[in-house]
């Protein structure tokens, strides 16, 4: 199996590359269904869980993936550490089974030994803004400066959650096959050519 893991910064139109991307590749696409699979498993509620894998919940500390959460046991809720082992059970089982698109949850780091193309999606600040305007809910009505904050809190957190389960640095260039910048193309222009180049690169590894 074919699995392409995007990290991205918030507002830089790392959802909107997946979705796009999946469709062209043929792949399945994986992102809020992946909360949704653990929401089932362990009968909790779906923002409970989101609030738990994507808001540096326990950015206290340091604990690579690779290690057993029984080391620091005094540090962690049970129930969060479950909701954490079922999320790389769920992804290494779509890893193993589909040809997929995996949006954040460290999947890169979860899924390392395993058949995958790690792209890193990040913006400038202004295109962020552009974006967050853009796609802004009706109910939100939020200044600049707090729209930036809310950027700037929001990849905190993804920063946060990202160091503490893996031993790497989130954004890094050495974690990543690929780092893209949507400032300079449009998402639609720039999909075909990553596309393309996704495909070389796995039939290379045959």
Not at 33 to 38: K, L, N, V
Not at 137 to 163: A, C, F, G
């Amino acid at each position: 199996m074919k699995t392409v893991t995007i990290s991205r910064e918030f507002a830089s139109g790392g959802r909107e590359f997946g979705e796009k991307l999946a469709k062209y590749l043929a792949y399945e696409y994986y992102d809020k269904e992946i909360i949704s699979a653990i929401a089932s498993e362990k009968g909790l509620n779906e923002n409970y869980i989101a609030s738990v894998i994507e808001n540096g919940s326990f950015r206290n500390y340091s604990v690579p993936i690779a290690r057993s959460f029984s080391l620091q046991p005094i540090f962690f809720n049970q129930q969060k550490i479950e909701i954490i082992t079922a999320q790389e059970k769920v992804i290494k089982k779509i890893a193993d089974t589909k040809n997929s698109v995996i949006i954040g949850r460290c999947a890169d780091a979860i899924l390392e030994g395993y058949r995958t193309f790690n792209i890193f999606v990040y913006s400038d600040m202004a295109s962020k803004l552009k974006r967050c305007i853009k796609y802004a809910p009706e109910n939100e009505n939020l200044s600049e400066k707090e729209l930036l904050k809310k950027i700037k809190q929001i990849n905190k957190n993804r920063k946060d959650y990202y160091e503490v389960y893996t031993d790497k640095i989130w954004g890094a260039k050495e974690n990543y096959h690929l780092c893209i910048n949507t400032a300079i193309m449009e998402i639609d222009e720039i999909v075909p050519f990553i596309g393309e180049y996704i495909k070389a690169y796995f039939k290379k590894e045959n």
